[in-house]
């Protein structure tokens, strides 16, 4: 693949976007305090952020309470063909993670089929149709053990005075009504858009948005995540691991690698392999580290196949802006070229039936950066 430009933030941006993680709607105010530094430069550098396409701050339903099955599948496929795939898998509103991966398996995507609808035709009249797709293995989840947007949180220090947000729960559809969800979609696009401008845009009070919003974020409804690339907050490795365990020892084992900080999702899957996890770590030395250390050394780990992360596409439902950015490029070139292109990019999510400040303009600050290969 070619070398894509990342940012190289320094360590108030850092913090910053770590605080983000924490609580997408914190005021600049508590957030300045954790930055050690201003109110206005926490909102400007941010802002500069947002406007460079680096961090995105989005609502995340969480659909659950058994109208849908996750099928975590694994893709092949033709050389030179990921790119368009991944972005042709993104653009369906049933998926809601995508990334490219190292390998047997080129792509891994997360796929929500509501019940009622057969797998076969998710599987075989979906994916296995999208050009360049070689062949695929679908794994059904089981069970979430883990599931965190603030792997960076360490960032902050110990004395970080954020509140976390509660945790998730399976949501069942009658938990949300038509304005619950139009709440949501308006979120989705700017998570932090103040309550004012998304009660102006629906024709309802600020109120009615600010408690219905609340109420949903209570309950674990919605989550407000931050999305943004690890290696611009200086983590080299991001990594998807299929691990095969006894039967016996699933659900300790599981609860030992969510107890991890650098473990941000695992889940027990029924397939080859019995537990899926995503890992985040500063260096490549870390990995050999919790590879050796970590995996090797817990009781009930019979094997382990992994994939490194390289592009992650879609998390939240949401297509990350960086990835836009790339496929809207490459994609977009290919198909100028006259090659075959896959559908526009798309960040509906399915239908399952939350003060901030307002946008702060940046200043043009022009963020380090570096060259990476992603």
């Given at each position: 693949?070619?070398?894509?430009?990342?940012?190289?933030?320094?360590?108030?941006?850092?913090?910053?976007?770590?605080?983000?993680?924490?609580?997408?709607?914190?005021?600049?105010?508590?957030?300045?305090?954790?930055?050690?530094?201003?109110?206005?430069?926490?909102?400007?550098?941010?802002?500069?952020?947002?406007a460079?396409?680096?961090?995105?701050?989005?609502a995340?339903?969480?659909?659950?309470?058994?109208?849908?099955?996750?099928?975590?599948?694994?893709?092949?496929?033709?050389?030179?063909?990921?790119l368009?795939?991944?972005?042709?898998?993104?653009?369906?509103?049933?998926?809601?993670?995508?990334?490219?991966?190292?390998?047997?398996y080129?792509?891994?995507?997360?796929?929500?089929?509501?019940?009622?609808?057969?797998l076969?035709?998710?599987?075989?009249?979906?994916?296995?149709?999208?050009?360049?797709?070689?062949?695929?293995?679908?794994?059904?989840?089981?069970?979430?053990?883990?599931?965190?947007?603030?792997?960076?949180?360490h960032?902050?220090?110990t004395?970080?005075?954020?509140?976390?947000?509660?945790?998730?729960?399976?949501?069942?559809?009658?938990?949300?009504?038509?304005?619950?969800?139009?709440?949501i979609?308006?979120?989705?696009?700017?998570?932090?858009?103040s309550?004012?401008s998304?009660?102006v845009?629906?024709?309802?009070?600020?109120?009615?948005?600010?408690?219905?919003?609340?109420?949903?974020?209570?309950?674990?409804?919605?989550?407000?995540?931050?999305?943004?690339?690890?290696?611009?907050?200086?983590?080299?490795a991001?990594?998807?691991?299929?691990?095969?365990?006894?039967?016996?020892?699933?659900?300790?084992v599981?609860?030992?690698?969510?107890?991890?900080?650098?473990?941000?999702?695992?889940?027990?899957?029924?397939?080859?392999?019995?537990?899926?996890?995503?890992?985040?770590?500063?260096?490549?030395a870390?990995?050999?580290?919790?590879?050796t250390?970590?995996?090797?050394?817990?009781?009930?780990?019979q094997?382990?196949?992994?994939?490194?992360?390289?592009l992650?596409?879609?998390?939240?439902?949401?297509?990350?802006?960086?990835?836009?950015?790339?496929?809207?490029?490459?994609?977009?070139?290919?198909?100028?070229?006259?090659?075959?292109?896959?559908?526009?990019?798309?960040?509906?999510?399915?239908?399952?039936?939350?003060?901030?400040?307002?946008?702060?303009?940046?200043?043009?600050?022009?963020?380090?950066?570096?060259?990476?290969?992603?």
């Open positions: 693949m070619m070398p894509v430009e990342m940012y190289d933030l320094d360590p108030i941006d850092r913090r910053i976007v770590a605080a983000l993680q924490v609580n997408g709607r914190a005021s600049w105010t508590d957030i300045a305090q954790l930055a050690g530094t201003s109110v206005t430069t926490v909102a400007r550098r941010a802002q500069q952020l947002f460079d396409g680096l961090v995105k701050v989005t995340a339903p969480h659909p659950g309470g058994g109208p849908a099955d996750l099928l975590i599948v694994r893709i092949r496929c033709a050389a030179g063909s990921q368009p795939a991944a972005q042709a898998l993104a653009a369906m509103p049933e998926v809601r993670f995508v990334a490219l991966v190292t390998g047997v080129d792509l891994v995507a997360e796929v929500l089929v509501p019940k009622g609808v057969s076969h035709s998710v599987l075989l009249n979906g994916l296995q149709r999208i050009p360049g797709v070689e062949g695929s293995v679908a794994d059904l989840e089981l069970h979430t053990y883990k599931s965190t947007h603030e792997w960076s949180r960032l902050l220090g004395g970080s005075q954020l509140v976390a947000p509660p945790p998730v729960h399976d949501c069942p559809p009658a938990h949300l009504d038509e304005l619950d969800e139009q709440i979609a308006a979120l989705r696009e700017d998570g932090r858009a309550f004012q998304v009660a845009g629906l024709g309802v009070s600020e109120s009615t948005v600010r408690r219905r919003f609340e109420s949903l974020y209570t309950a674990g409804c919605v989550q407000v995540i931050t999305l943004v690339p690890a290696a611009a907050l200086g983590f080299e991001e990594i998807l691991f299929w691990l095969s365990v006894a039967p016996s020892r699933l659900d300790a599981a609860r030992e690698l969510a107890a991890l900080r650098g473990v941000r999702y695992v889940a027990a899957t029924l397939g080859q392999e019995s537990l899926m996890c995503e890992v985040i770590l500063p260096t490549h870390d990995v050999f580290e919790f590879t250390k970590t995996l090797g050394e817990i009781d009930g780990i094997a382990w196949t992994a994939g490194v992360e390289l992650t596409v879609k998390r939240g439902f949401v297509v990350t802006p960086w990835a836009a950015r790339r496929l809207a490029a490459e994609v977009g070139d290919a198909a100028g070229s006259g090659a075959t292109s896959a559908a526009p990019v798309a960040t509906a999510v399915p239908t399952t039936r939350a003060e901030s400040p307002g946008p702060v303009k940046g200043n043009g600050r022009t963020a380090r950066s570096r060259r990476v290969s992603s």
